[in-house]
């Protein structure tokens, strides 16, 4: 019997993205993705900045999943890390999630008005394929 091999390509799976702000968003949105980096969100909302062990007093997670969950909003432009010594200190990017939220409904409204290559946030309609 000759099993069939499927090969799985990351690069078949996705669309593709033609605009930087796609691509922001969408990382941004795979960053979101899990309950506990909303949960730090949420806290780190509530505070102007905090160390990660500030966070594992707060929260019911060991600290090394706290830092790797920091480093996945790090690294998605929702929260900013000062490196200080010896710790490190995180404060929410209210900006950078302000213009997420903005994107999100803009792009909701043109999906829901049935035409989702329609900007309207005022921006050029993007070029999508």
């Known amino acids: 019997m000759q099993r069939s091999i499927i090969v799985y390509r990351r690069s078949t799976m996705m669309m593709s993205l033609n605009t930087p702000e796609d691509a922001m968003a969408a990382a941004r ?3 979101l993705a899990h309950p506990a980096r909303l949960s730090i969100l949420r806290w780190l909302s509530l505070h102007e900045t905090c160390r990660c062990k500030d966070v594992v007093s707060s929260l019911p997670l060991a600290q ?3 830092s790797q969950h920091l480093k996945v909003l790090v690294d998605a432009g929702l929260v900013v890390c000062d490196h200080k ?3 490190s200190h995180y404060r929410l990017d209210r ?3 302000g213009e997420l ?3 999100t409904g803009c792009f909701i409204e043109a999906c ?3 035409n989702p290559m329609a900007d309207p946030c005022g921006k050029e309609a993007a070029n999508h394929v």
Do not use: D, E, I, Y
């Open 29 to 31: 949105f795979a960053a």
């Open 64 to 66: 090394s999943t706290v």
């Open 85 to 87: 010594k010896p710790t």
């Open 95 to 97: 900006n950078a999630l």
């Open 101 to 103: 939220a903005r994107t």
């Open 112 to 114: 829901c008005a049935g």
